[in-house]
């Protein structure tokens, strides 16, 4: 026997409220004829006749009212679900996991997410700060916070920042003692403290002005792999840092540190979220996205006022 459908059981039961096909079809959205073959096809589908039809009026037989005693309160749990799944789909609920770098963490997402919890405070957020870079669809993340380079191209980018930018730094008692260096090559001479990355190697001091890059392995009395310590060692005098303009800012605002080489460390597109653009993008990420986007756009708007 061929299957029953959920249009046919709706148009019983509209048919049987109004008593009249022409009202059920305009409440359906269907034409008359359409609605009246669509009941007839069920009732010969079934072999039992659910109405008694007149050219004036429209009833429910025996079997019809017994028909619609069994499907009403099946119809009824199936459109409550139906509208359970809308709510869900428009009140994001559960958990959405994030992958960020520390520093973009602490200077970028926790603004936005404590934004987030507060509209929606059904979801968890689960935040795994990560100095390596990860698959985040292999391993299991909704979203990540990266240096829009470092963005594989089959994922979706969000710019968070419009621009970042390195700076070489030093504590002013540093500097008379040992002088400023007038280009990069001059660091060579220098004590820099080194920053270890999270798969081991040292990262080279990357400049570039005029077309001209440089990549400098440099020498010093320290390495570390906490931007935190590094930050602490080159304010304490130990050496030069070479940091992202939103680590040193404050100390260099307040006269702890002094930048040097400012025309060998252009601006570069700086932190985006990313997402993957294959797959469905749950309730729970699009909120996020939203909030996201409208908290960037006024911390750039503001930027500019």
Known sequence: MQKTGLVELNAVVAVAATKNFRAAASELGMSTSALSHTVAALEG?????????????????????QFLGRIGPALKDISA?????????????????????????????????LEYIRRFPDVHVDIVSDGRMVDIVADSFDVGIRLIETVPQDMIAVPLKAEERFFVVGAPAYFEKHGKPQAPNDLLRHACLRLRLPSGAVYRWEFERHGQEIRLDVKGPMTLQSMDLMLEAAVGGAGLAYMTQRNVEADVAAGRLVTVLEDWTPPFPGLCLYYSGHRHVPPTLRAFLD???????????????
């Open 81 to 113: 679900a139906m509208e359970a799944a809308t709510q869900a789909r428009a009140t994001p609920a559960g958990t959405l996991r994030i992958n960020t770098s520390e520093g973009g963490a602490r200077q970028i997402l926790i603004p936005i997410v």
């Open 291 to 305: 909030v996201a986007r409208e908290m960037t756009r006024a911390r750039n708007e503001n930027g500019r006022s």
């Open 45 to 65: 589908r079934i072999g039992v006749r659910l109405f008694n039809r007149t050219t004036r009026s429209v009833s429910v037989t025996e079997a019809g009212e």
